[in-house]
């Protein structure tokens, strides 16, 4: 593959075939529990009956048309959407940090219709993750993420502390445009930011004349148990963007606004060819009825809870912490050892997982994950982390 791919992700050098709830095999038919879903995408898990139904059906109707018109499958999810979610406008896109350039792009008006060219700065938290292009990446927190090679990157971007009251001292004034933050820090760490502090933070960047948005590509969509984390942090944000699990597994994004961010965004302000295509809303209104609902919801939550207080049982030596929030889960290790190290065992022993921040092995899998995949997915877990122990 990497005579015909830009070497740009450091592949492992497994070729998968098929897959099917949280299983899946490879060339090989070597069988792997899935505990990272495509990175939050794959919710529904592989092979969901009525997600590939909805898109097949969708297909054979019509695919793409652009935004020049509407579609009828476009209209109803898009409906659905608002009103399950409580906001008034959306704008689609295809990906995480095309969701989050819109709410960037967004906040700068939206700064400049409320106190001219100077308001215009976007506060972020340290240790964040917002995407890869230019602007995503310089809102982004995290040091790594600005190599010297891709500068100059663009200006109008701050970062304060997280979950530390000090630093919301002289954090917003009459420059901000606004407070853009996850609701967990997923790359950097699975940090679940304190409702008390979101709050505090929230009510400073509203006092200062800003606008509150949160990144939940990753946390959205069910991932921590409630379909948008921000409804646990009562944060109420004028915006929210959604991408990964939106649409289990065909790439689409979501930026949602609402209140003062409602209508700032007019005809030609922002545009995608592929947004919200025909196929994207019907594989996403599949999500949306199975992943909004209380009793799935609540499913969730338990899941993870089941899997973080198996993981604290084993009371291995070399796990700091087990954080996270219904099925975003992190194991923190101690830092002699490379979560790197634990994810390349995991892969030959089958089970598939990623890692976060500098000391995090990551789990994200589907949030329609069975049971018995758990429990075979944490036997081989803790088979290896014991491994790390000796
Ligand atoms: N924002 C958050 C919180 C993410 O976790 C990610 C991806 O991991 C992104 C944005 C970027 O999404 P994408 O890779 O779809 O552009």
């Excluded at 890869?132 to 970062?159: E, I, M, N, S």
């Excluded at 901000?176 to 409702?195: H, R, S, W, Y």
């Excluded at 019907?282 to 198996?310: H, M, Q, T, W």
Aim: glycine share 10%; with cysteine.
């Amino acid at each position: 593959m990497e005579k015909v791919v830009v070497n740009n992700y450091g592949s492992f050098d497994v070729t998968f075939v098929k897959a099917k709830g949280s299983t899946m095999w490879d060339i090989n038919k070597k069988k792997y529990i899935d505990f990272i879903a495509g990175i939050g995408v794959n919710c529904l898990g592989h092979n969901y009956k009525p997600l590939v139904k909805a898109i097949a059906k969708q297909a054979k109707k019509q695919i793409h048309i652009s935004n020049y018109f509407f579609s009828d499958v476009g209209i109803c999810y898009s409906l659905d959407l608002l009103e399950q979610t409580g906001f008034d406008r959306a704008f689609f896109g295809n990906s995480g940090a095309e969701a989050n350039e819109a709410a960037i792009k967004l906040a700068r008006k939206y700064g400049f219709l409320n106190g001219g060219a100077k308001r215009n700065t976007i506060v972020t938290l340290e240790s964040s993750f917002h995407g890869r292009t230019l602007a995503t990446l310089t809102a982004t927190g995290q040091d790594k993420f600005h190599p010297d090679c891709f500068a100059p990157y663009p200006v109008g971007f701050k970062t304060i502390k997280a979950n530390d009251f000090e630093s919301l001292k002289g954090a917003f004034d009459d420059t901000t445009a606004a407070l853009f933050m996850e609701c967990i820090q997923g790359e950097g760490g699975v940090n679940v930011i304190d409702k008390e502090w979101a709050q505090a933070a929230a009510k400073a960047a509203r006092d200062a004349g800003a606008i509150v948005m949160c990144d939940e590509v990753q946390t959205g969509i069910g991932r921590t148990g409630t379909f948008l984390a921000s409804d646990a942090l009562e944060i109420n944000p004028e915006v929210v963007t959604l991408a990964k699990g939106i649409a289990g597994g065909i790439p689409m994004g979501a930026c949602l606004f609402r209140g003062k961010a409602k209508d700032v965004f007019v005809a030609g302000d922002h545009q995608s060819t592929f947004a919200g295509n025909p196929l994207a809303c019907s594989a996403a209104e599949i999500v949306l009825a199975v992943v909004n609902n209380e009793d799935f919801l609540k499913d969730v939550v338990n899941k993870g809870d089941y899997i973080r207080n198996i993981i604290k049982s084993w009371d291995l030596p070399i796990v700091k912490d087990v954080k996270g929030k219904g099925l975003m889960i992190g194991t923190q290790i101690v830092d002699t050892i490379k979560p790197f190290d634990i994810e390349v065992k995991c892969l030959e022993e089958g089970l598939c997982t990623t890692t976060a921040g500098k000391d995090v092995v990551r789990f994200l899998p589907p949030l329609t994950i069975s049971y018995d995949e758990i429990d075979e997915g944490l036997k081989i877990y803790k088979k290896v982390l014991e491994s790390f122990c000796k």
